[in-house]
């Protein structure tokens, strides 16, 4: 148990074109996802809490015009790069929050997303 | 501020051999810590988590040591195999702080067959 997708998986666009991320969790219920960008051999940074029908909560330094996410339903949360510059070019994962007992975080695969 | 501090940075261990990595915290709100696995082009994958009541558990070849008073956690793999060959991230969660997790820096485990 505890899926959770991501799509797409790659993604090549130009520059000045927005990109839409899904991510789901497709064995259970999250009210709250997390995303994430990766750059190659370093951590993890988180970019912004997304909760069930409210606004994202983003972390500091991360432009809120620039990553749009909505999470609309319990399921899925969507990540858009609006106006993409190779700059984004980055590996961003999502997570979902599968609370209760466990109450732990479930990565997704991960999108590759390359601006050119 | 790097608030989860993990060390080494990459580690080489022949197959059967014993891969220890430590992580260190400042933050005491932190009440759960799990350790992640990750492969090159994949997300990370939770590998084994503890409590801070709890000092020690083990799943498997997977153990976690936890010292509350020192702040240190750490992350042995035993009898260590190829397809262990991997990045490693501990991490640390802040329920309070809206449940973020916090991760350390990574270590790049390379098993040698």
């Known amino acids: 148990g505890a899926v959770v997708s991501q799509h797409p998986s790659w993604v090549i666009c130009k520059s000045g074109t927005s990109v839409k991320i899904e991510c789901r969790s497709l064995?259970?219920?999250?009210?709250?996802m997390f995303w994430y960008r990766q750059f190659p051999k370093q951590s993890l940074m988180l970019m912004a809490t997304?909760?069930?029908?409210?606004?994202?909560?983003?972390e500091q330094g991360v432009e809120k015009d620039k990553f749009l996410i909505n999470h609309a339903s319990l399921t899925l949360s969507t990540l858009t790069v609006t106006s993409a510059h190779p700059e984004d070019s980055s590996f961003y994962i999502c997570?979902?929050?599968?609370?209760?007992?466990?109450?732990?975080?479930?990565f997704g695969p991960g999108t590759r997303l390359t601006v050119l | 501020q790097q608030q989860v501090k993990q060390s080494p940075q990459s580690l080489i261990v022949q197959k059967g051999g014993i891969s220890i990595i430590n992580c260190a915290y400042e933050?005491?709100?932190?009440?759960?810590f799990p350790w992640y696995q990750q492969f090159p082009g994949k997300g990370p994958a939770l590998l084994i988590a503890?409590?801070?009541?709890?000092s020690e558990k083990k799943e498997g070849r997977f153990t976690i040591s936890f010292n509350k008073s020192a702040k240190q956690f750490s992350l042995h793999i035993m009898d260590s195999q190829p397809g262990d060959s991997a990045t490693y991230f501990c991490a640390a969660r802040n329920k309070a702080a809206g449940n973020k997790l916090t991760f350390g820096g990574g270590t790049r485990v390379l098993v040698k067959p």
């Open positions: 503890i409590r801070p009541d709890v």
């Open positions: 997570s979902a929050r599968l609370g209760g007992g466990l109450d732990t975080q479930y």
């Open positions: 064995d259970f219920q999250a009210t709250t």
């Open positions: 933050n005491t709100a932190f009440d759960y």
């Open positions: 997304s909760n069930e029908g409210s606004k994202a909560t983003y």
